[in-house]
């Protein structure tokens, strides 16, 4: 276990005297809420100066971090994982729990933060300790897990409790936490993500759909994000002699091999060997997307938001969007998205129906897609997400912008 400061700048203060901002995350990796991670604390460094972020250990994330002027440190700590429903792994929740409690501890008493960030409520440990500490504490929720039982989403809300403020990244996601713990509607917001565009703008997709349709999935490989589904509906699209290619651009989780080689069986098995392309893990999607007719996005699971769908909006692609949940609420009023309802039965024979409507409505799916991009562009400006993030972690501080009463269910909303 290391909780050593990673950068030679280990002072507990900036040079204005002020006590530093503490940032804890789960992860080093470049997905979702990785990204939102480093447009937040882009925009804490430029308001508060002084920026620690606490990672469990190297990645791809951590350069970013530095570039953006915060300092890294890494730090093991409890997150809270789904393998935890196991009994089978709860010694190991157990002895996760209390390994991540000195270090915590440690950092609280050495940096001294007069705020801490925790970006998502998967790391139970930090809200209390950091309240325990002295320091204003903000959790950030972006998960709805609303398949769960009641009493394992009651878990999950009740550490955001000891927190002054709750930060939420859709609709759906406040519902799920409010319909655990009514009482958390008083601290938390709504801040939707910030998802930056191509850079030099989108590029219009191709006039003509000449050939293959190309479909796209960008994201984990995994059985919730429902990968499976695209192969199947690939099958049926050649059945019905429709051709069409699938390019994956993402990895497993690590542990979870399996369900790769489930994958490459299914694909096996379907005959679509040769129509589906395995292409990995790639930190710029733009080149993907452009490359692309249409970007899918079928999870069967709850999600909270949909970072992806709206980066196909962004780069001026149709999308194929699973319609329920925080990913109806991430691309509404678009006209370039044709819903599916992942969670039926007719899942697959639904997605294979959508990529026929895309390849039959093309023009119109192709003319709204450059119309859509512009408004996603605005809707999720990267800046806005991270100063919103900033002025909720600056609210105790003369120097922070008012916030407007709550509105209801739907809490605060921080101005731009």
Not at 183 to 199: F, I, M, Q
Not at 367 to 378: H, I, M, S, T
């Amino acid at each position: 276990m290391n909780d050593r400061p990673r950068t030679e700048n280990t002072s507990t203060a900036d040079s204005t005297g002020r006590a530093p901002i503490l940032v804890v995350h789960p992860s080093s990796d470049l997905y979702g809420a990785d990204r939102m991670l480093l447009e937040a604390v882009r925009e804490l460094v430029v308001v508060h100066g002084d920026v620690v972020v606490a990672v469990p250990g190297p990645g791809p994330l951590v350069p970013l971090l530095l570039e953006a002027g915060a300092r890294v440190e890494h730090v093991s700590t409890l997150v809270l994982e789904k393998r935890f429903l196991d009994p089978r792994h709860w010694p190991a929740l157990v002895h996760d729990t209390l390994a991540g409690i000195g270090p915590a501890r440690r950092m609280l008493r050495r940096l001294r933060p007069r705020a801490v960030y925790v970006s998502t409520e998967v790391l139970p440990l930090w809200p209390l300790l950091s309240r325990r500490a002295g320091a204003y504490s903000v959790v950030h929720v972006h998960e709805a897990e609303l398949e769960m039982p009641g009493f394992i989403r009651l878990g999950l809300a009740l550490p955001v409790m000891p927190a002054n403020r709750a930060l939420v990244n859709s609709e759906c996601t406040l519902g799920g936490l409010v319909d655990s713990v009514p009482r958390l509607a008083r601290k938390s917001t709504v801040v939707l993500n910030g998802v930056a565009a191509p850079p030099g703008g989108p590029r219009p997709a191709r006039e003509r759909l000449d050939g293959e349709l190309r479909i796209l999935y960008v994201g984990r490989l995994s059985e919730r994000k429902g990968v499976h589904l695209l192969v199947e509906a690939l099958r049926l699209l050649e059945e019905r002699g429709v051709p069409a290619v699938l390019d994956l651009v993402g990895d497993v989780v690590p542990g979870k091999e399996w369900y790769e080689h489930s994958l490459r069986r299914l694909i096996a098995e379907a005959g679509v060997t040769d129509r589906v392309r395995f292409r990995g893990f790639h930190a710029d999607v733009w080149p993907w997307m452009e490359a692309a007719d249409v970007v899918v996005v079928p999870p069967v699971v709850t999600e909270a938001f949909g970072n992806t769908a709206v980066e196909a909006v962004l780069a001026a692609r149709p999308v194929v969007v699973a319609d329920h949940t925080g990913l109806r609420e991430a691309v509404r009023d678009y006209g370039c998205v044709v819903g599916v309802d992942t969670l039926a039965h007719d899942a697959v024979w639904q997605l294979a129906d959508a990529f026929e409507q895309v390849r039959a409505d093309w023009p119109r799916l192709r003319a709204a897609a450059l119309a859509d991009a512009e408004e996603a562009r605005v809707r999720h400006e990267p800046r806005v997400f991270g100063r919103k993030v900033a002025q909720a972690v600056a609210e105790p501080w003369p120097e922070a912008p008012s916030v407007p009463p709550a509105r209801g269910h739907a809490a605060k909303e921080i101005p731009a």
